[in-house]
């Protein structure tokens, strides 16, 4: 009978073949060239979840929100084409106007200057936008 030491051997040295495998087939290559956005939405979801879940200060929402926006319009660059930046790079503006709107909102205090700001960049950027 084999022992489970050896069904363990067993399977490690399939896995192994079958990742590289995978990584000869260039599985792997597609996967990053296609899904590397999520390594910039990704923390921006994670910074919000935990502001939501009261483990970090308002202050974290300026960078994720920032970073959701980015992530949000990489995607869609990757998806259908880089050319798209020609009319969609006022998104790079409203990103962080997202970001301190969502700090000047959600701080207790209301920072002016922050609320401020987020809105000339929000308007800056529709602007440019439209035109």
Do not use: D
């Not at 079958?18 to 910074?47: D, E, N, R, S």
């Not at 000047?104 to 035109?131: D, K, M």
């Amino acid at each position: 009978m084999n022992s489970g030491k050896e069904r363990l051997i067993g399977i490690a040295i399939v896995a192994a073949g079958l990742i590289i495998l995978l990584g000869k087939l260039g599985v792997f290559a597609f996967l990053g060239q296609a899904f590397w956005p999520l390594l910039i939405l990704a923390p921006g979801i994670v910074l919000h979840i935990l502001y939501m879940s009261r483990l970090l200060p308002a202050y974290t929402l300026i960078p994720a929100g920032i970073l959701t926006v980015y992530g949000v319009l990489f995607f869609l660059c990757n998806t259908w084409g880089w050319g798209l930046m020609t009319y969609l790079w006022p998104f790079l503006l409203l990103g962080v106007a997202v970001g301190l709107l969502e700090y000047a909102v959600s701080e207790v205090q209301r920072p002016r200057l922050a609320f401020a700001l987020g809105i000339w960049s929000g308007v800056l950027s529709i602007i440019f936008l439209i035109f």
